[in-house]
């Protein structure tokens, strides 16, 4: 059984600070994926990342593959009361499976 | 392009009741997949069809959940009986290749 332990789980801080969230894992993934969920919808694909030791930046935020594909963070730059969310990451194992999640990070962004 | 649609958006039976969920995938997607979310876990996944067929029922949780994709487009998952372990949120997902884009939900209550 593949875990992938996203860490924190919660994480209150004040605008304009940065952050960063964790998703690890014993297993290897082909890819992972990181989404934002809102209340009563469904997440939201935020990026994918496929090759270990991969950087993507989306605006503020940016997303790591670790080398050997088992770990991810994402890093917030300067937070802003509209990235409060639920954030999740999940893992395939092979193109096209299932997606293994991890618990997801509940930010809070204060003004 | 419309995105993922789930049907209904709540549902509220007895335990013991039968409940059948739809999922209307993203035209084209071969791939489509069903997880759920139970109080305070994590999202898990129940099953994958590629076109019609079930690629991979492995986190289907028992004989009372039954999936279904006739003709390669929408999909259901009824329930029968429905239990109150059954409560949870039920996400449809679809896919052409690596990224899996969510609908927004049927959060289902059994009382």
């Known amino acids: 059984t593949q875990l992938l332990e996203q860490s924190p789980q919660f994480l209150s801080i004040q605008e304009g600070e940065n952050l960063t969230v964790y998703c690890n894992s014993s297993s290897v993934f082909s890819s992972l994926q990181w989404y934002r969920q809102e209340p009563g919808e469904g997440p939201v694909l935020l990026v994918t990342v496929v090759t270990g030791g991969e950087v993507k930046k989306l605006k503020r935020l940016t997303f790591q593959f670790g080398d050997a594909r088992k770990d991810s963070s994402l890093h917030i730059t300067a937070a802003q009361p509209g990235d409060t969310g639920l954030y999740l990451c999940?893992?395939?194992?092979?193109?096209?499976?299932?997606?293994?999640f991890g618990g997801g990070t509940r930010l809070m962004v204060k003004p | 392009e419309a995105g993922v649609t789930q049907f209904p958006s709540h549902s509220v039976i007895e335990k013991g009741q039968t409940v059948t969920l739809r999922c209307d995938p993203i035209?084209?997607?071969?791939?489509l997949y069903w997880y759920r979310r139970v109080m305070g876990k994590e999202i898990k996944f129940l099953l994958h069809f590629v076109k019609e067929s079930k690629q991979d029922e492995s986190g289907m949780p028992n004989n009372r959940f039954l999936a279904e994709r006739t003709g390669g487009t929408y999909s259901t998952l009824k329930v029968q009986p429905a239990e109150l372990e059954d409560s949870g949120v039920y996400f449809c997902?679809?896919?052409?290749?690596?990224?899996?884009?969510f609908g927004p939900g049927t959060r289902l209550t059994v009382l």
């Open positions: 999940a893992g395939e194992t092979h193109a096209g499976n299932m997606l293994t």
């Open positions: 997902a679809s896919s052409h290749w690596v990224e899996q884009f």
């Open positions: 035209s084209g997607h071969d791939n």
